[in-house]
Every structure is written in structure tokens, then in C-alpha cells.
């Protein structure tokens, strides 16, 4: 059962003044942060907010927009059965801080992030491929990646 928390955006709007906008969504809380907010504001999130579950981390590429992709996190407070979505916005090349000291669950979508779409996490204890082999060329969910499959040059 999903009884979302009504407010949470308020009280975040008193503790971030100016960390983050609020993103129009149907299902649940959702809003868009910055990479310095990120940290402080997840860390608020699970310790003083009670979202003790980070249940997914996703990429959507939004090519050709600058910056590139979006970085989305899942979290559910078990206690008010309340579910939060947070949002950053990533460059290629630019590197996001790992949430798995907050959420060691966060490790294998962070690593299916960086396999897939080239999403680096700086402080993951273990970023490497979780799905393709080490040498493989790319990453096939960006959406420049070739219709063909790999190059052969």
C-alpha cells in the first residue's frame, strides 16, 4: 500500500531553500536536485526523513539535451509507506557521488548505470561491468550507441 507522504516536499523546501525544484509527477513526490545538494540531501532523506529503502537507481538519455542524462533514485519510507523519487541531472564524463555508504543496496544499480549508460560513481567500492565483459566497446543503452551492435573496425 502507497500513502505517499504529502508534505515532504514542504519540509524539504524548509530545509533546502534552495536545493532543489519540485517536478510535476502523477504517482509520487518527485524533484529534481544538484550534484552538491545530492549527498546532504539523501542523507536527510534516510537519517531525519526515515527513507531507509533506496529501491532503484535508473538512467534515461535525453540526447541531444545538455546535460545528457538523468540520474533517478527510488526511495520508500517502510513506516508511512511512502514512496520519493529524486532526480539529478548528468553530463557525460561527470562524475555522480555513490550512495551505497547511505544505501549499500545502491551497488549493483549504480554498477548496471555505469555498464549500460557510462554513469561514473565516484567513492563506489566496486565499479566495474556487471553485465558486459570488461573490453567491451561502449555503452549499449545510450541512445547514440550503434542499431548494428558493436563496431567491427
Not at 24 to 32: E, K, Y
Not at 87 to 92: D, E, L, S
Request: hydrophobic share 35%; proline share 8%; net charge negative.
Amino acid at each position: 500500500m502507497n500513502h505517499n507522504d504529502p508534505d515532504i516536499l514542504g519540509r524539504l523546501a524548509e530545509r533546502f531553500p534552495q536545493g532543489f525544484t519540485s517536478v510535476q509527477a502523477v504517482d509520487q513526490p518527485t524533484l529534481l536536485t544538484t550534484r552538491d545538494q545530492l549527498v546532504t540531501m539523501m542523507q536527510y532523506l534516510r537519517d531525519q526523513e526515515q527513507y531507509r529503502l533506496c529501491l532503484d537507481v535508473l538512467v534515461v538519455d535525453y540526447l541531444p539535451d545538455r546535460p545528457r542524462f538523468e540520474l533517478v533514485y527510488h526511495l520508500y519510507n517502510p513506516w508511512k509507506h511512502a514512496r520519493l523519487r529524486v532526480k539529478i541531472r548528468v553530463g557525460i564524463n561527470e562524475k555522480v557521488p555513490s550512495m551505497t555508504e547511505l544505501w549499500p543496496g545502491c551497488n549493483w544499480p549504480e554498477r548496471e548505470a555505469f555498464d549500460l549508460f557510462g554513469i561514473q560513481f565516484e567513492g563506489h567500492p566496486n565499479l566495474r561491468r556487471i553485465y558486459l565483459p570488461d573490453d567491451w566497446d561502449g555503452h549499449p543503452l545510450r541512445k547514440d550507441y550503434p542499431l548494428t551492435g558493436t563496431r567491427v573496425d
